[in-house]
């Protein structure tokens, strides 16, 4: 395959892009891209240089990257409570991590343009009748009439709206003090008390209060970067021609930047060497990121490598692997290897929600809690085995107590999806069973890291 050397934020136009969007009204698409291209960004260059600076960090096995968040951002859920129960769930973990890895937490979010969705099926059928399927609501929307599954431009403005709100009100929250280490109660989410982790929590949320305390008492000043903790946000990178809309050249900067998300990644469906998604996403600046499943072959794994990081720069590129926990053994030792023998700095994140997902008998997708930790775990050992390190997780979450994952210390059972089950995607673990996974995490590292 020949690569043009020529790259141009619209230069994707000349490949194959999988799981795009029919709009039935081009000219009304391209005044919306037109509109797009002038509205201010949502992210800066500068906070992008540093997020890759921090992901270079968490390569060299120096910090541990934990990106969550919902499967698919949905306009109704742009509210106030969802989105500070979200941001609390992930700092709370994150409190977690730092104490319990001894290392810092770079905190990525999926949201704020986590809105658009790669689908296996381009229709759904329901009772007789069939419909182009919803792909998320910069697309399309939820509900099964002809109307809402027709493809509307006009929603990438709305998305990015959105994605503008959301990321002011978390940047307001974290400038006001919200994610002030000295003050944890900030995040409680009220079920604290009742859950079967709360002690455990409580314990470790008291011995980083005294660890400051501590510093603070013997340094005589207060203790630097707890009071103000940075928030990264992440996206797939799907609808190209919104992506291609907030990429910018920047003042004084070299390159260009992809300003709608600090961290965009290339889904399992659009990872083809030939296709739109990789031809984009060589030619941007931001640190980027790839699912990986098992279908991608060594050979695929090295020219993704060659393609998207040519000058191997640190932090530039994550792979995110998602094999599933009986398959993880099997597949993830020959993509370490790969890998390694073309010499590429890459940073591995297991994702373990994708490769879990199963159907119960009384039709809810969902995951279960054990194949969820036990894909972690032992990606965290094939990596320790093949001289590599697992240096994040990506997980799909929520803050509010719904019951979409099975298992978990309540031991959530087949019969309890239906009481709480929200997600128009994918099963997310409720804020229990985030916040085990975390302290599983912590669990799996430091039996690893004394052995
Ligand atoms: C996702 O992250 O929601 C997703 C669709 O993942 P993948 O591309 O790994 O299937
Ligand atoms: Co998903």
Redesign the pocket.
Known sequence: MTLSKHWQPDSWRNHTALQQPNYPDQNALAAVQMELSKLPPLVTSAEIQSLKRQIASAQDGKSFLLQGGD??ESFSDCESALISNRLKVLLQMSLVLVHGLRMPVVRVG?FAG?YA??RSADLESKDGVTLPSYRGDFINGPDFTELARIPDPRRMVKGHARSAMTMNFVRSLIDGGFADLHHPEYWDLGWVSQSPQSEQYRKLVQSVGDAIRFMETISGEPAHNVNRTEFYTSH?ALLLPYEESLTRQVPRQHGWFNLSTHFP??????AQLDGAHVEYFRGIANPVGV?I?ANVSDDHIKRLCEMLNPDNEPGKLTF?H?LGAENVEAQLPRLIRAVQSVGAKVLWVC?P???NTESTSNGFKTRRFDNIKAELERSFDVHAAEGSHLGGA?L?LTGENVTECLGGARDLIESDLERAYRST??PRMNYEQSLEIAMSIVHKHGSLNSA
């Open positions: 499967c698919a999926r986590q969705k790669p797939e990644w290339i889904g399992m469906r659009t699912k499943s995110i998602r994702d929600m994708h490769g990506h799909e995607v994918d």
